[in-house]
């Protein structure tokens, strides 16, 4: 019989601990697109699906998890 060569998989403490920080960036977008919903609703339908798509996408998922991700991968801030 031939040992595995691959070496032991060793869980890593920054996917359980990005989880939660992720976890905390969707509760803070919720309370912040709440707090500005008053706001928003006054706006014509086109600006907010603009500002909510602007708020969704870039604000919350792309720029900061873009970071977060590649941090819970690699260890490193920097992008992929």
């Known amino acids: 019989m031939n040992p595995d060569p691959r070496p032991a998989y060793k869980p ?38 603009a500002v909510y798509v602007f708020l969704g996408l870039v604000w919350i998922w792309i720029l900061p998890l873009k970071r977060l991700l590649a941090w819970m991968e ?4 920097r992008g992929f």
């Open 12 to 49: 890593s403490w920054r996917k359980p601990a990005g989880m939660f920080m992720i976890l905390g960036l969707i509760a803070l977008w919720a309370v912040l697109v709440g707090s500005l919903s008053g706001l928003i609703g006054r706006l014509p339908m086109v600006v907010q699906v």
């Open 74 to 77: 690699t260890g490193r801030w």
